[in-house]
């Protein structure tokens, strides 16, 4: 998560994740529905609104909103390594809209292959002192045949060890023996939170 943020704020300035940095915009690559793909400037206000939607600049100099349902996912055009690359995501249940129907978001893609990773925020109101204020927790969220598996900084240990044991059916005793050894990684936190697309980028390489 410390790339992440990093890369973040590189891109976006020092408000990243739930406060707003209005006005701002940086290029994106967004492919739409139907497989087209334009590059127009969007506007960041912050991460947390960037998973519900985007706003385009169009070509006629007008914003334009586009929603998850609307295109496939976008990326962040930087002058970077790592580039920024947003998939829409369906049938998760998260509170990250207004709309208590809405389940499908644009998330961080972290890690590709048999088990990718998404990253992502949730706004949470907290006390502070005598006032509420909105903080953010990180989430990584991942997908199991048909369930998706949330990972969050309190929980991951036991949802990954979760995640891992039915891996092991109908497997080699070698790949056995290695998810093993990443079960035993994980439990004796070699694996701390922030590395959790490691994990994931371990485990899809030994099911190759």
Not at 19 to 39: L, Y
Not at 92 to 97: E, H
Not at 176 to 189: A, G, N, P, Q, S
Request: hydrophobic share 40%; charged share 25%; glycine share 4%.
């Amino acid at each position: 998560m410390k790339k992440i943020r990093f890369l973040l704020i590189v891109i976006f300035g020092s408000v990243v994740f739930c406060s707003s940095a209005k006005d701002r915009f940086v290029m994106a690559q967004i492919i739409m529905d139907n497989n087209d793909t334009v590059v127009n400037p969007v506007r960041f206000e912050n991460l947390f609104d960037f998973q519900k939607k985007i706003e385009m600049l169009n070509d006629d100099g007008k914003l334009q909103t586009v929603e998850p349902n609307e295109a496939k996912g976008f990326c962040v055009i930087a002058d970077l390594k790592d580039t920024l690359h947003f998939e829409t995501v369906c049938g998760l249940k998260l509170s990250l809209s207004e709309n208590a129907d809405a389940n499908c978001f644009f998330l961080l893609r972290k890690c590709s292959g048999k088990f990718p990773v998404y990253y992502f925020v949730q706004s949470e109101m907290v006390s502070a002192g005598y006032a509420m204020q909105s903080v953010c927790k990180p989430s990584y969220v991942s997908r199991y045949k048909d369930n998706w598996v949330l990972f969050g900084e309190n929980n991951f240990v036991n949802q990954l060890l979760k995640f891992l044991k039915p891996l092991k059916k109908d497997k080699s005793p070698d790949i056995v023996k290695k998810l093993t050894k990443l079960e035993d990684d994980i439990f004796y936190r070699t694996y701390l939170f922030d590395d959790i697309p490691s994990v994931f980028n371990r485990l899809n390489d030994l099911l190759k």
